[in-house]
């Protein structure tokens, strides 16, 4: 995979269009001048937990014995349950905080940002080319900032898009993930087949 189409990838998984109105929601309850410096705190946290993933994802793959086809086979079916979401949303979900109250690394670091889907393609990144861990981080950081700037300024977003502009937006990313997704579960099903047959 080139580096380009793996931080698109991470992007989408990312969702940060998405994950604006849940984002807001959550914020609304955060004094006003803290919001930024809360959601910001939460994106570097994230962040954090992504790159240990990246590094660390393999010595936890061989230590629990699970080959690289398993995960992306696993990667693609997590995947397209996300995407599903995202085309056909389910109403509800949002965590409630007590007023000024400000979220700590759940939800918005975990799962909203660094998820298990996101994480699912880390370790995959990682697993199918250990050689090209620089690309990697790159690609993370490259699907990282938009993602934290549009997150950032979400109240403008908001405003531009409207609600039927953020929801015809996360549609047609979902469906952009379905087809990833499917690549990905077809391309650990032709590794494995290949395996096998050797």
Known sequence: METLSAAAMLFLIMDPLGNLPVFMSILKQVDPKRRRIVLLRELLIALAIMLIFLYTGSAILSFLHLKQEAVSIAGGIILFLIAIRMIFPQPGGVI??????????????????????????????????????????????????????????????????????????????????????????LDGIADYLEASMH
Request: glycine content about 8%; proline content about 7%; charged content about 10%.
């Open 96 to 185: 409630g905080l007590a007023a000024g109250e400000e979220p700590l690394i759940v939800p918005m670091a975990i799962p909203l940002v660094a998820g298990p889907s996101i994480l699912a393609a880390l370790l995959l990144l990682a697993n199918q080319e250990p050689g090209r861990m620089v690309d990697w981080t790159l690609a993370l950081f490259a699907a990282w900032v938009p993602t934290t700037l549009i997150l950032l300024f979400s109240q403008n977003f908001h405003k531009w898009l409207g609600e039927r502009g953020l929801t015809a937006m996360e549609k047609l990313m979902g469906m952009i993930l379905v087809m990833l997704s499917v690549q990905m579960f």
